[in-house]
Nanobody
């Protein structure tokens, strides 16, 4: 059974930084993609960034390009989301998720999800 556990969220001022972590367990993730998504109150869950577990290939949403960086440490079965220059509109619950195959920038196909970690950016 796949388990994904996020951590690293919190309250930060605009312009600040946070690093989220997602520890994955329960299977071998070779050939899988690890993704980060977020959901703000009253809004749909949206794609943030994703990385191929084996290839290391990354994709990210236009809204976070140049500010957020996704990376992974295969030895630790951990995916990170480094978030810099945070804005109030980045406030949301952030989730990590997995899908078999290539990184794709939408919710469909991601079939295992963590419980989420809250990120709040104050102005």
């Amino acid at each position: 059974q796949v388990q994904l556990v996020e951590s690293g969220g919190g309250l930060v001022q605009a312009g600040g930084s946070l690093r989220l972590s997602c520890v994955a367990s329960g299977r071998t993730f070779s050939g899988y993609t690890m993704g980060w998504f977020r959901q703000a109150p009253g809004k749909e869950r949206e794609f943030v960034a994703a990385i191929g577990w084996t290839s290391g290939r990354t994709i990210s949403a236009d809204s976070v390009k140049g500010r957020f960086t996704i990376s992974r440490d295969n030895a630790k079965n951990t995916v990170y989301l480094q978030m810099n220059s945070l804005k109030p509109e980045d406030t949301a619950v952030y989730y990590c998720a997995t899908r078999p195959g290539l990184p794709l920038p939408h919710v469909v196909g991601y079939d295992n999800w963590g419980q989420g970690t809250q990120v709040t950016v104050s102005s």
